[in-house]
Nanobody, 124 residues
Framework: QVQLVESGGGLVQAGDSLRLSCAASGHPVNEYAMGWFRRAPGKERQFVAAIAWSGSATNYADSVKGRFAISRDNAKATVYLQMNSLKPEDTAVYYC?????????????????WGQGSQVTVSS
């Protein structure tokens, strides 16, 4: 059974950078897309970014375009979210998610496996 383990969250100041990592354990053998979502206090889960199995296709929420970058290393079964120029409104619990297949998606219901979440707090 595949499990996702996130790391790299923390408390930073506005303008700082953080990199989240998400490692897939359980030796997934089939192709899968990966996504990042976040949930701020009192708000619904929000799509952040996604990347296809090949890495050639990515998608970002408008709120993070130009500041965040998603990447993956299939040999390590790990996906990354590089977050630059962080803002207080980026404060949330960040979740990685796995979707079996080649293509990316932005809806939470389209993902099959979820990580436990990693807190990111950006102070002003």
């Amino acid at each position: 059974q595949v499990q996702l383990v996130e790391s790299g969250g923390g408390l930073v100041q506005a303008g700082d950078s953080l990199r989240l990592s998400c490692a897939a354990s359980g030796h997934p053998v089939n192709e899968y897309a990966m996504g990042w979502f976040r949930r701020a206090p009192g708000k619904e889960r929000q799509f952040v970014a996604a990347i296809a199995w090949s890495g050639s296709a990515t998608n970002y929420a408008d709120s993070v375009k130009g500041r965040f970058a998603i990447s993956r290393d299939n040999a390590k079964a790990t996906v990354y979210l590089q977050m630059n120029s962080l803002k207080p409104e980026d404060t949330a619990v960040y979740y990685c998610a796995l979707r079996w297949g080649l293509n990316i998606a932005s809806g939470p219901s389209q993902y099959d496996v979820w990580g436990q979440g990693s807190q990111v707090t950006v102070s002003s």
